[in-house]
T-cell receptor, first 118, second 112 residues
C-alpha cells in the first residue's frame, strides 16, 4: 500500500448530486494535494494544503470545494458537477521543509477515485 | 500549465530490451522527478534528480539531466513485462510558487 488511502474508489453521480471524496495519509506528511487526471491530458494540480492551510487554488471552479480538517485528512466536496468533470481524482501527500514556500518533495499518491458524472 | 513534455507518447519494446523516455521542460528548475503509473492506480515516485546533478541511478533505472538543453531522460535497462506502465516527468513551476507539475507521460508497453 502507498500510505495514502482514497475512498471511494469509484463514484457515479448525477449533475445535481452532492458527494465527497476522502483522502487519508498515514505517513505523517505536512502537505496534501488534489490532482485531476483526465484522459490524454497531463495531471492538473487543483489544490495544495500545507499544515491544514490552503496555499494553492489553481483556478478550480467553485463546484469543487476542498476541506482539510487536520494534516492527515483531505476532502473534496462536489456539487453541481458537469460531465466534463469525469476523471480520476488523485490525492497525494509530501513532507515539505518548514518555513519554505516550495512544494517539490516526492509525492506519495493514493490510487484515486474514478468519478463519472452522468 | 504544463512544464514538462515527454517523448515519445508511446513506446512498445520486447522484454529484455532497454527503454528510453525523454522529457523536455521550458523554465529553470530546482529538481526533476520521474513517476510511474500502472493502469487505474496512483503514481509512484521513482527518482528525483536535482538541478546540480547530471546523472542518477536506482536499480535498473538511470536518469540524466541536461539543464543547458532543459531535458532529461529515463532509461530502463533489461525491461520486464511488469515495467508496462505510463511514465511521467515532473518539475517545479515558478509560476505563483513552487509546485510539482506533470507532463502528459509516455506509455510503455513491454511485450513478454
Amino acid at each position: 500500500e502507498t500510505g495514502v488511502t482514497q475512498t471511494p474508489r469509484h463514484l457515479v453521480m448525477g449533475m445535481t448530486n452532492k458527494k465527497s471524496l476522502k483522502c487519508e495519509q498515514h505517513l505523517g506528511h505536512n502537505a496534501m494535494y488534489w490532482y485531476k487526471q483526465s484522459a490524454k491530458k497531463p495531471l492538473e494540480l487543483m489544490f495544495v494544503y500545507s499544515l491544514e492551510e490552503r496555499v494553492e487554488n489553481n483556478s478550480v471552479p467553485s463546484r469543487f470545494s476542498p476541506e482539510c480538517p487536520n494534516s492527515s485528512h483531505l476532502f473534496l466536496h462536489l456539487h453541481t458537477l458537469q460531465p466534463e468533470d469525469s476523471a480520476l481524482y488523485l490525492c497525494a501527500s509530501s513532507q515539505e521543509p518548514l518555513g519554505l514556500s516550495t512544494y517539490n518533495s516526492p509525492l506519495h499518491f493514493g490510487n484515486g477515485t474514478r468519478l463519472t458524472v452522468t | 500549465s504544463q512544464q514538462g513534455e515527454e517523448d515519445p507518447q508511446a513506446l512498445s519494446i520486447q522484454e529484455g530490451e532497454n527503454a528510453t523516455m525523454n522529457c523536455s521542460y521550458k523554465t529553470s528548475i530546482n529538481n526533476l522527478q520521474w513517476y510511474r503509473q500502472n493502469s487505474g492506480r496512483g503514481l509512484v515516485h521513482l527518482i528525483l534528480i536535482r538541478s546540480n546533478e547530471r546523472e542518477k541511478h536506482s536499480g535498473r533505472l538511470r536518469v540524466t539531466l541536461d539543464t543547458s538543453k532543459k531535458s532529461s531522460s529515463l532509461l530502463i535497462t533489461a525491461s520486464r513485462a511488469a515495467d508496462t506502465a505510463s511514465y511521467f516527468c515532473a518539475t517545479d513551476s515558478r509560476t505563483g510558487g513552487f509546485k510539482t507539475i506533470f507532463g502528459a507521460g509516455t506509455r510503455l508497453f513491454v511485450k513478454a
